[in-house]
């Protein structure tokens, strides 16, 4: 079982709150990443970093922000929650690997619902 | 449109029969990979087949990969009840030393005890 949490797992809220999903990894991953799945869909990815203080855009415009203060800890914030940012949420981790190619540990995912 | 597509969309089959799934993908890659996700949950990783594989094993589970057709084919021999979830392949290519993946559409599998 891959050691990467993601808080909370479901999130009912208001339109206009400010959210943070919460992803935690034990592994020692350099690498983090954060998808958007819509229910039965593909996946999109939003958002990833390479290390502390490394932070990148995905290849889906999303109006979230990330942050990478710790190695550990990548959390994502939702400025201003509308009912289009409802979706599950899905945090992943792999070890650094230039020409090595990894697998990528995925958390159980928060799935957003915006009123 | 998206680099991985897989098909079929949806597959049920018999406990015992043999699943195949399919995934086509547009550009160069570097690696393969198949993960599997139950209902509501995270991904687990499979299996990863590189550019210059041709098939891979595990367990119950085959891959096949032909570069020159851009397409990958992930065989489930004898499935089981706890095989039902939805299958996604994910291409990988680095670029400037560092790798990220582009998921599929995915194909649901349905075993029917």
């Known amino acids: 079982e891959a050691d990467i949490y993601q808080t909370p797992r479901y999130l009912v809220i208001g339109t206009g709150k400010k959210i943070t999903l919460e992803c935690s990894q034990t592994m020692g991953h350099d690498k983090m990443y954060w998808y958007q799945q819509d229910p039965g869909m593909e996946l999109h990815l939003i958002h990833y970093?390479?290390?502390?203080?490394?932070?990148e855009k995905g290849d889906l415009s999303s109006e979230s922000t990330v942050s990478r203060i710790r190695t550990e800890h990548f959390p994502l914030t939702l400025e201003s929650a509308r009912p289009s940012h409802t979706s599950q949420y899905l945090c992943a981790s792999s070890t650094l690997g230039g020409r090595t190619y990894n697998e990528q540990f995925f958390g159980p995912g928060t799935r957003l619902t915006v009123l | 449109s998206q680099q991985g597509e897989e098909d079929p969309q949806a597959l049920s089959i018999q406990e015992g029969e043999n699943a195949t799934m399919n995934c086509s993908y547009k550009?160069?890659?570097?690696?393969l990979q198949w993960y599997r996700q139950n209902s509501g949950r995270g991904l687990v990783h499979l299996i990863l087949?590189?550019?210059?594989?041709r098939e891979k094993h595990s367990g119950r589970l085959r891959v096949t990969l032909d570069t020159s057709k851009k397409s990958s084919s992930l065989l489930i021999t004898a499935s089981r009840a706890a095989d039902t979830a939805s299958y996604f392949c994910?291409?990988?290519?680095?670029?400037?030393?560092?790798?990220?993946?582009?998921f599929g559409t995915g194909t649901r599998l349905t075993i029917i005890p």
């Open positions: 994910a291409t990988g290519l680095s670029s400037g030393g560092n790798e990220k993946l582009t």
């Open positions: 550009t160069s890659i570097n690696n």
């Open positions: 087949i590189r550019s210059n594989e």
């Open positions: 970093s390479y290390g502390v203080n490394s932070t």
